[in-house]
């Protein structure tokens, strides 16, 4: 079902909480035959069927009409027919989103927030810590501060979305990108990012749900 959509800035962004089964996702789509033979010859699971599927209820949903998504070499996403029409995918589990643009390219992305219970052992710490927790060397920079966890997965988030907008290989998170600091009490907001290869600033917009974290922006009007 549809879970979010806002129009912001020139930017649409929606999000799609999947509760549907494969079958209940093909009968929401006016060409579910085509649909439904592209994601089974591409995917043999029934989970990667389901999230591939439901990008494409979103897609029907927010522009009311069945397109079909082809992918650059970079394995960016594009609308053929619709050149002037910008869009960024992701999923985590349980959600699927895009980002739709008419002036510039754009990159959106969730990340589902880890829960735990209480621990009980103090030598299960190190395997009970969020996975980016774990991970926070390969993209947080010694000049960037997140001290919780929604702190660092919006730090994450934002590099991950800022890399779809540059659409160019090898980028360094630690190197090439830095989050300037931000209030991680607020759960929605906006945020500065430079791309500083390049010397440029983007404003990373966000928001925190209650399964997720969701970061996206734009390049400027060109």
Known sequence: MLYYDKHIEGMRVAVWHVTEDYEELLSMLPDADSVSNEAEQQFSSEFRRIEWTAVRVLLYTVLDRQVHINYNDLGAPLLPGYEGLHIS??????????ALSESAPIGIDVEQIERFEEKTNVFDDKEKLPRVEKVRTRFMRNDEFAETT?????????????????????????DEMQVSPFDETQYEGEF?????????TYIIYYKVFDDFVLTYTKKQDE
Not at 161 to 174: A, C, P, S
Not at 192 to 200: A, G, H, P, V
């Open 192 to 200: 500065s990012i430079k791309d500083m290869k390049e010397d440029d």
């Open 89 to 98: 995918i992701s999923h985590t589990k349980g959600y699927v989103a895009i």
């Open 150 to 174: 929604i702190g660092l997965l919006l730090h994450w988030s934002a590099k991950e979305t800022l890399f779809k907008v540059l659409g160019r290989e090898g980028v360094n998170f630690v």
